[in-house]
């Protein structure tokens, strides 16, 4: 079985072997500590899919050999990432699957190799070009003579032993596809004082390209890192060259996808493409149109539906064909009235839990602590109440003062109540489903006593401050470090948070700020 290099559980960078290996590396899982001390990234499925797209033009192989990410709520956290065995294992056949392909392919290998046409089955020549042109789209950076030598040394081998040098290119890229430094994002930096670190500009553009486009470098945006120190002029120019690119289009629609969590519906199958579709145009129609404020998403008193999704709504004005449509209900605004967000509460199909509305409302949207429950308790086990009492009735005892549930609740539900009036699949109601002698008066508070009923002046409530937008700086921070900001991560917080407010909540602005930052360019110890 061709396989290659050790990827250690550590996450320390081991040296690729002189043979064939049975294993992509030693076994384990590879540790990783959420704070800025992070240097090792591992890259998540969907970027290794899109790396291997790039540079090979092949597609599909991340999602068909790699298992899938956890999300909390976002895949790049290093908290819930590691190299299990089960991943070391697909990417080893990922690696004997893709070199085997791309080894035969004469224009792939012809393109980082114009020797390979006529080389010998020794031609270490020949291999180390290969492998160094190779190596450096796949480990973002140059390779040391240190680092290519064993591999060609090893490739020679198998390629003298078959009279193939083909086989000593496969070998290569085996072997590369399991180096650490392809499988990890090594972020180091040279020590500075006071721990702070500074990345070079290999490490910088590629923190650039993965926040921005989701992948690796291409060749031009390398060759600039090959030149002199990168200016912060130079690092905004690169960032609105790739802020252009669609790719980043679809990057920036990702992370709001993994914010808002809405990627994996629990809706009826017939809803699952509207919802999706709504949601994802809206976030479009906002974050990718010139000139219309992030905000917008929680405003928009518009909504992309077809016939059957307004008929589903109570809406008018839709065609067959989905269609941009006026909100004319008043408690309905923006990104919270979809069925996507609306959905996420759902016990069951249209049931709701005021509980969960309100926790994602306060901790996803408003970045709000909400201490963990007891031990005892079973989150999954809502408030039961008597056969003919209302919900509310139920929740209310729940949370009295004395239990050991009081003080949590009290930071949820009423948030979430002031949502009841929409059901789990997005329909406004005015009485509960199993009991319609309950009238749901919808009436919620955000705390500090402000009131509110519905989406619209839940929305309103947001925006009258700071902490909404000031959350959206923070999980814009929380998703390109890979880890929730700390106190030593603060000034950078406020400085971003001054800059979008004063933008007019402009993203893209905000995300030139957050790249030319100076923490940006800095790996900072514990």
Known sequence: MLASAAIACSGRIGEPGGSFPSGGGPGGTATTTPSSSTALRLLTRREFEASIADVFGVAGLGDKFLPPDRFDPYDTDTAIKTASLVFLEGLESLAYDLGKSASANAAFVGKHAPCASSAKPDDSGCLSIFTSNLGK???????????????????????????????????????????????????????????????????????????????????????????????????????????????AEQQILYFHQLWFGYKQLRVPPNLVDPMLAETDELLKRVLTGAGRPWTELFTSRESFVNQALADHYGMTGAGAQASWV?????????????????????????????????????????????????????????????????????????RQKGSPCFGCHQLMDPIGFGLERFDGLGRYRTVEKVNQTCQIDGAGDLGGGKTFSGVKQLVDLMLAGDELRNCAVKQLLHFTMGHEPTGQDQGQLDRLASSFKASGEDFKKLMLDLVTDPAFRLRVDK
């Open 326 to 398: 006026q909100y004319t209900h008043p408690e309905r605004a923006g990104i919270l009235s979809h069925g996507s967000f609306l959905s996420l509460s759902s016990r069951n199909t249209d049931g709701t839990s005021p509980t969960i509305r309100g926790k994602f409302v306060a901790t996803r949207l408003l970045c709000r602590t909400i201490p963990p429950p007891p031990p005892a308790v079973n989150v999954d086990d809502p408030p039961q109440g008597s056969a003919d009492q209302c919900k509310a009735e139920a929740y209310k005892e729940h």
């Open 137 to 247: 789209m796949l480990l973002r950076r140059p390779m040391t003579n240190d680092e290519v030598q064993p591999i060609v040394q090893a490739g020679l081998t198998f390629a003298k032993e078959k009279s193939s040098f083909a086989l000593g290119v496969r070998y290569a890229i085996q072997t590369l596809l399991q180096h650490p430094s392809f499988v990890y994002r090594i972020e180091l930096g040279t020590p500075e004082g006071n721990g702070k670190n500074r990345l070079d500009n290999y490490e910088i553009i590629t923190r650039l390209s993965y926040l921005i486009l989701g992948t690796t470098p291409d060749e031009q945006y390398l060759a600039v890192a090959g030149g002199a120190q990168l200016t912060t002029d130079q690092v905004r120019d690169i960032a609105k060259s790739m802020l252009a690119d669609p790719r």
